[in-house]
Nanobody, 117 residues
Framework: QVQLVESGGGLVHPGGSLRLACAAS????????MGWYRQAPGKQRELVAI???????NYADSVKGRFIGSRDNAKNTVYLQMNSLKPEDTAVYYC???????????WGQGTQVTVSS
């Protein structure tokens, strides 16, 4: 089973940017679609972005045009570039491996993103 470790979270002002990274302990290059999720306090975990095996991306409407997902299979790492951040983006962000039918399988421990002035 692949182990995932997120990094790059922190405190940022509204309008700022952060880049999250998710490093996998094993190869993800030919095995997994990948997903980024987030969970705000008191809310359910929600899907933010999907990055397919071949790098095709899909985004939640709330982040479309602001967030960019990518993957570097040589480094077994996926990224989430977050731009024009808003207070409502505040959440713990998780990466996950996804099954062929796009269900989450393995989760990282999460990284906190706080957008506040």
């Amino acid at each position: 089973q692949v182990q995932l470790v997120e990094s790059g979270g922190g405190l940022v002002h509204p309008g700022g940017s952060l880049r999250l990274a998710c490093a996998a302990s094993g190869s993800i290059s030919s095995a997994y679609h990948m997903g980024w999720y987030r969970q705000a306090p008191g809310k359910q975990r929600e899907l933010v972005a999907i990055i397919t095996l071949v790098g095709i991306t899909n985004y939640a409407d709330s982040v479309k045009g602001r967030f960019i997902g990518s993957r570097d299979n040589a480094k077994n790492t996926v990224y989430l570039q977050m731009n024009s951040l808003k207070p409502e983006d505040t959440a713990v962000y998780y990466c996950a491996t996804l099954s062929p039918s796009l269900f989450p399988q393995s989760w990282g421990q999460g990284t906190q993103v706080t957008v506040s002035s």
